[in-house]
Nanobody, 121 residues
């Protein structure tokens, strides 16, 4: 199984980025997909997830209303559209896949390698 995240970069505060995560080696449409992030000196934290049933999505309060997670089951890809970015969004962003419908952070089976997002003030 491979999860390949891409789309990170340097952006000014208030700007936007779209992250992508292409999956292979798994039955994509039967997995819940999640995005997590880890800032320097901090623990990894949940950002958003989208289930394999009905595409139900959930977000951390810190990104609600600014970030949108979506999935394309034909392309085996999950996306994270990030708008109104803030310096505190700076982190390495990871995608992950879980066979559970509503997994906790520790219940993801596969992880991608991460992509750096840097938001300048």
């Amino acid at each position: 199984v491979q999860l390949q995240a891409s789309g990170g970069g340097l952006v000014q505060a208030g700007g936007s980025l779209r992250l992508s995560c292409a999956a292979s080696g798994l039955t994509f449409m039967t997995y819940t997909l999640g995005w997590f992030r880890q800032a320097p000196g901090k623990e990894r934290e949940f950002v958003a997830a989208i289930s394999f049933v009905g595409g139900s999505a959930g977000y951390d309060d810190s990104v609600k209303g600014r970030f949108t997670i979506s999935r394309d089951n034909l392309k085996n890809t999950v996306y994270l559209q990030m708008n109104s970015l803030k310096p505190e969004d700076t982190a390495v962003y990871f995608c992950a896949a879980s066979r559970k419908l509503r997994p906790g952070a520790a219940q993801y089976d596969y992880w991608g390698q991460g992509t750096q997002v840097t938001v300048s003030s």
